[in-house]
């Protein structure tokens, strides 16, 4: 069972930035894809960045420019770099990784950005 563990997460003012991680039990090339989802409250979980196995990136267009997904091979971590900080950036963020049989979830990292 792999396990992922956040942190990084806290409170930051408008224009800030933060920088989550992702640490997995396990080899994270175990994972086709790493992804960071948020969810603010009242609302869906949505995708924000997400890292293939082949170092190929994809962003929500509300982070374009602003956010950026990486990973550390070797400490088996994956980041989410967030720059420029808005109050709608708000939420809990979750690591989410997928092999070819599961689906794995940490336990959620909350962000708050003050105005």
């Known amino acids: 069972q792999v396990q992922l563990v956040e942190s990084g997460g806290g409170l930051v003012q408008t224009g800030g930035s933060l920088r989550l991680s992702c640490a997995a039990s396990?080899?994270?090339?175990?994972?086709?894809?790493m992804d960071w989802y948020r969810q603010a409250p009242g609302k869906k979980r949505e995708v924000v960045a997400s890292l293939t196995r082949g170092s190929s990136t994809n962003y929500a267009d509300s982070v374009k420019g602003r956010f950026t997904i990486s990973r550390d091979n070797a400490k088996n971590t994956v980041y989410l770099q967030m720059n420029s900080l808005k109050p709608e950036d708000t939420a809990v963020y979750y690591c989410?990784?997928?092999?070819?049989?599961?689906?794995?979830w940490g336990q959620g990292t909350q962000v708050t950005v003050s105005s």
């Open positions: 989410h990784g997928d092999t070819m049989s599961m689906d794995y």
């Open positions: 396990a080899n994270i090339f175990v994972f086709n894809t």
